[in-house]
């Protein structure tokens, strides 16, 4: 029993697996200057690009060909780049009610080159303006931009092809908003155009740095102050040998004034009447009358 139970024990252990010992993690370095390479390949990715597809807008005319003004404009919008507006307008029937859908140089989703749409009620789209038939004119305070390229009008304007323009006017306090529908015109033989609005402070012109009138004056008032302060202080105190308050530049005459301003100040600010007598006035030699002069002296006699 003795061999038996060692028998057992041996093949027990012959059959059991062996430990698994886990084998140390080797991070291997990256050659010098490949890492750079890496990150400058991934916005090529196609699903990068498809996540940040901002900034589409490709300007009418050839390369080169844009003017400073317009891609200064295109820049005032980088914060608006990709951003969705939509909203809904209802014409003079029932039918008439169209949702638009605007992005800021990108395409809409679903709607390749499509940065302007309008989907009517039936469940039709129609593409209004493309991005990359883009047009932008600005002034002092608004921006307007212009989608060109849409889907040719059937019953309309001999059947050019659809165009909009959304005018960005200046609002400090949104970077977005209000974004809403003017005027469709499509009654004109050709160049018919959607026109809309949006509010963003991309619009409006920078902060003026300079100083108004009233803060320049201001300034050389207190200019003026210091220099006669100081300038005073010291042909007082080094020149005249003045000691105390004296030191102050014309002291007797600010004196002076101080106590005309309080007089002043009484006079045009108290309650009691001007013309009322005094409660009380001194005793003098004329209000007691003629006395003669040995009335005066019997006093001293003696009685």
Known sequence: PGSRGRGLTRKHRLSSPAPVVPMPLRILPLPPGLLPRILLLIPLLPGFRAASQTGDCKLIGENGAQ??????????????????????????????????????????????????????????????????????????????????????????????????????SCDPSVLGAAFTTVIEEREKASDC?????????????????????????LIMFLVLITVYILGGFLYQRLVIRAKGFEQIPNYYFWQELGNLTADGCDFVFRSKPRTAAAAYRGVGDEQLGEEDEEERDEHLLPM
């Open 67 to 168: 003017s400073n003004a317009e891609r200064g404009l295109l820049k005032k919008l980088e914060p608006l780049m990709g951003q969705s507006f939509s909203m809904t307008s209802t014409g003079s029937s029932a039918t008439e009610t169209y949702t638009y859908s605007f992005r800021v140089c990108a395409a809409i989703d679903n709607h390749p080159l499509a940065g302007l749409i309008q989907h009517s009620k039936n469940n039709e789209t129609k593409v209004i303006g493309r991005i990359n038939s883009t047009q932008i004119i600005g002034g002092s305070d608004w921006i307007i931009l212009i989608y060109g390229d849409g889907d040719r009008y059937t019953n309309h304007c001999k059947g050019e092809k659809r165009r909009g323009m959304v005018m960005i």
């Open 193 to 217: 155009f959607y026109l809309f609005e949006l509010d963003s402070k991309t619009a409006c012109p920078p902060p003026s740095h300079r100083l108004s009138p009233g803060s320049i004056l």
